[in-house]
């Protein structure tokens, strides 16, 4: 085993007078707190249910700015270049990977709050069934939702519709989705996935795969290159040949479901059949008497009794909803659809059954003279498995003679997968569990008490988790939601959950309060410019206040120890007609803060943000920058990096001048929008960043970023990151896959046990990891000047009460170094380790203390510090 340490080293008689009182025991287990069950279920958030319509307009507007660049630069098409180099990255990786050791990457969740989902096939056989998700990629599962499986994390992306293609010989199905610009085919059940052939060089949407009932499984489908138009497959989707132009406005596509029959087309005041599967189509019937320009449209039809159609059209920009049950021949005006995103489906087996969806889902069994909700949106949260969420993103129908109606019916929403078996009277959720799709903004993790891990989703909320051992595969946690709605921006003022500010659109959540949290709410500041999800954050030296970003800066602080915050505005600068979008404080000095705005302007101040000055040199393109993310250096009070739209800017730029000037740091990252920025746990000086196109490093050594992702994590957009000391990780939130934690493996310091509090204010830190062969030094802050201390280390970590506060290290075994402060009350420990191989990989467990008469105990006590030694 060795001796760690070889300078100055010796059991000594006040090492054992600090640990005298610490008898060991195991650390408390981390997969249950007290007082958790006592939280109030989830509410609907207060702004009301018509925010939920609003907030989808305005929500996209936010994402578009994100993504900013010089005229005439298509971001769409850059990153579908991106996913497209992923897709073939990771098919090579596949083909040609070799064994490897414990996978760097745990997916931890959330396990039960599934996001959206946006389509849902039975397999041919109806053994299980495929749902695909907006960002989360494709899912399998038995019919009742018991085992859902990712086979999509090995393409970027999600799937809004999905054709199922019998394969034939006892073959796996073949599967082809479809997401906007992206069409992709798998015939070994998802681990594979290549693109059709037959498509335009610019496809840039596609959508309604059809397969029919013929001996060629013909698939027809829309796609879009410089107009929509029908393409056709005759292979079982691998190669597509258009055979109709249908002009600059989406159509639709619809067949009975049953039997082979006519591919009928809706195309403007018209409906359009073919004979042939899809090979030429012929008008049918009589135009739909419109009053108006017709754009888009949606077709529903029902083949039982007879061919009936349901067709939505978008006339004048209003859409309305028309009948006709002589296909065609005649035709019934129905209203106006107001709650409509484009989801339209009727029955198989009853002819007068329609429904349409929106933020809610809408049925009517009269033909559409009248529509009832299922059930309004705010119900989901007191019965997630019986009410559907908001936000209806497809409505599927398949007959089904196993069923008592003849059919079944599959939702996709913002909570998941649901179905219904006796035609939308009742619906079960069939995503409670398993289904990890969750699309999250920001995530916290308290350094205080790491398994317990905060989260701001996309329409699931604010989330809690208690984090226990990863097990198995697939993600291991639970995550309760407190509060519905759109969360982003976590932060707090010393990293614990005291006090976690986030903001919805249109307030701000304060969460109050580790083991039971209690929420708080205030309005924006009156008259405030800012943008859909304002950037805010904690002030780094005041846990009761937060700066909230617009176009000028505001500093909310707590009311007394009420729920209510009042505003200042703490800068008189004006950064109109831009809002700021990124501000930071440097964790050495709280004075020196940095900011950026959606201009691509930069701007440091060295007064804690009450005066700025703007960079004298901002980089490259700094006209087409979108600043999403600053980061501040923990060792190095004038570095500090920034991150956001890459696309005519480098999308990571870095000052080591505190902000005056910057320089690109792009190699290895591709152009992407970088959304957030992480320091790694382990002294390397590596930089994480998680960006539009994946997760990727930055190693100081070779100034080069490398893609992380491997084999083993989803190919999808990563939006968050943060650093994990205490459990030497990085962690990131997808938007579409859930909470993802990323294992540095390497050697490093690693402090656990902090912000106790009371006696156990003591700093220990260290700025290189342990190496062998080296020397080491560590530095206490906060401690009396010219006080006697010591450095204890063990082989094992505990947790027990000693002299008023907690000893984190195991007194069995312990080896003690002794150390004194100086004026400033600083203490300098330098340490020298063996060139001992076999020291490599092991890890020791170290604590200080120094005499201070003014403790109750006589000393002061830091954090723990886990030291693993490497080469």
């Known amino acids: 085993m060795g001796v760690l340490l070889t300078s100055v080293m010796k059991r000594t008689a006040i090492g054992l007078l600090f640990l005298g009182l610490a008898c060991h025991q195991p650390p408390p287990s981390e997969t249950a707190e007290p007082g958790l069950q006592a939280q109030p279920a989830p509410t609907e958030h207060r702004l009301g249910a018509e925010a939920e319509g609003e907030n989808r307009e305005a929500r996209e507007r936010w994402l578009e700015a994100k993504h900013r660049t010089a005229p005439g630069v298509d971001w769409r098409a850059i990153e579908r270049e991106n996913q497209r180099r992923a897709l073939e990255k990771r098919r090579q990786l596949l083909q040609n990977r070799s064994a490897r050791g414990t996978s760097p990457w745990i997916e931890v969740g959330s396990r039960n709050q599934a996001g959206s989902t946006v389509a849902t096939v039975p397999s041919t056989d109806k053994q299980v069934i495929y749902a695909g998700s907006a960002l989360g990629g494709l899912w399998v599962s038995p019919p009742d939702g018991s085992q859902w499986t990712p086979i999509g994390d090995n393409y970027w992306g999600g799937a809004y519709d999905l054709a199922v293609i019998p394969a034939g010989g006892g073959q796996q199905d073949i599967l082809l989705v479809t997401a906007g610009a992206t069409v992709l085919r798998s015939t070994d059940g998802g681990t594979t996935w290549v693109q059709p052939s037959g498509f335009p060089p610019g496809l840039s949407n596609s959508a309604r795969p059809l397969v029919l009932q013929d001996a060629s499984h013909t698939v027809v489908m829309l796609a879009r290159g410089s107009s929509w138009g029908v393409y056709r497959s005759t292979d079982q989707g691998a190669s597509f040949t258009k055979t109709r132009d249908i002009g600059g406005n989406r159509g639709d596509l619809w067949t009975p479901r049953d039997r082979l029959d006519k591919v009928y087309l809706s195309q403007g005041d018209r409906v359009y059949e073919s004979s042939n599967q899809g090979l030429s189509f012929t008008s049918t019937g009589i135009a739909i008497p419109v009053s108006g320009i017709v754009g888009e449209t949606r077709l529903a039809g029902h083949e039982n009794p007879e061919i009936r159609f349901n067709v939505a059209t978008r006339t004048n920009g209003t859409w309305e909803l028309w009948r006709s049950k002589d296909a065609g021949q005649s035709w019934t005006y129905r209203g106006v659809l107001t709650d409509f995103w484009g989801q339209l489906e009727a029955s198989s087996t009853a002819g007068e059954l329609v429904t349409y969806g929106g933020v809610e889902l809408w049925v009517s069994r009269n033909a559409g003279a009248t529509f009832h909700k299922v059930n309004n949106w705010g119900a989901y949260y007191g019965d997630p498995a019986n009410k559907l969420h908001a936000d209806i993103m497809s409505i599927d129908c398949y007959p089904d003679p196993s069923q008592p109606m003849g059919e079944i019916w599959y939702i996709g929403c913002h909570g998941g997968t649901y179905h219904s078996l006796d035609r939308m009277d009742t619906v079960e959720n069939l995503s409670l569990q398993g289904l990890g799709v969750s699309q999250y903004y920001s995530t916290h993790t308290s350094r205080r008490n790491p398994s317990l891990l905060l989260s701001g989703s996309q329409d699931q909320g604010y989330q809690r988790g208690v984090l226990g051992s990863p097990g ?400």
């Not at 979108?626 to 009070?637: E, H, K, M, Q, R």
């Not at 450095?791 to 000693?802: D, H, I, K, R, V």
């Open 472 to 871: 198995g595969t697939g993600p291991y946690a639970d995550f309760d939601q407190l509060i519905s709605g759109d969360y982003g921006h976590l932060s707090s003022a010393d990293g614990s959950h005291d006090l976690v500010y986030c903001d919805y659109p249109g307030f701000i959540l304060v969460q109050e309060g580790e083991d039971n949290p209690q929420l708080h709410s205030t309005d924006f500041p009156a008259g405030s410019n800012h943008q859909w999800l304002p950037f805010i954050t904690a002030d780094p030296t005041d846990k009761n206040s937060f700066y909230f970003c617009g176009d000028k800066l505001w500093r909310g602080t707590r009311i007394g120890t009420t729920g209510d915050w009042s505003y200042v505005q703490h800068s008189s600068y004006d950064f109109s007609p831009a809002v700021l979008t990124a501000l930071a404080f440097s964790p050495l000095d709280s004075q020196r803060a940095y900011a950026a705005t959606n201009y691509g302007e930069l701007f440091w101040s060295d007064d804690g943000g009450v005066n700025w000055t703007l960079a004298a040199d901002p980089g490259p393109g700094a006209h087409y920058f979108y600043g999403n993310a600053i980061l501040c250096s923990s060792t190095d009070v004038d570095t500090v990096w920034i991150g956001g739209s890459g696309y005519s800017s480098p999308p990571v730029k870095r000052s080591t001048d505190g902000g005056r000037t910057w320089h690109r740091r792009r190699q290895g990252l591709p152009d992407t929008l970088v959304f957030g920025l992480a320091e790694a746990t382990d002294q390397s000086g590596a930089i994480y960043a998680a960006a539009e196109a994946g997760a990727f490093r930055w190693e100081p050594s070779t100034n080069t970023w490398e893609d992380l992702l491997g084999v083993e994590a989803p190919l999808t957009l990563y939006w968050s990151v943060e650093s994990v000391p205490a459990n030497n990780l990085i962690r990131f939130g997808t938007y579409g896959r859930g909470v993802w934690d990323y294992v540095e493996s390497g050697p490093g310091l690693f402090p656990y046990g902090e912000l106790a509090g009371g006696v156990n204010s003591l700093k220990l830190y260290g700025h290189q990891p342990p190496l062998i062969g080296q020397s080491l030094t560590l530095i206490t802050e906060t401690g009396p000047a010219f006080a006697s201390g010591v450095l204890a280390y063990s082989q094992s970590q505990a947790e027990t009460p000693g002299y008023g506060g907690t000893v984190f290290i195991d007194a069995a075994g312990m080896s003690t170094v002794p150390f004194t402060t100086d004026a400033t009350g600083q203490g300098i420990i330098s340490l020298s380790l063996p060139n001992n191989p076999a020291l490599i990989g092991q890890e020791r467990f170290l604590q200080a203390g120094i005499q201070d008469p003014s403790q109750p105990g006589g000393w002061l006590l830091s954090h723990g510090l886990r030291a693993r030694i490497g080469s």
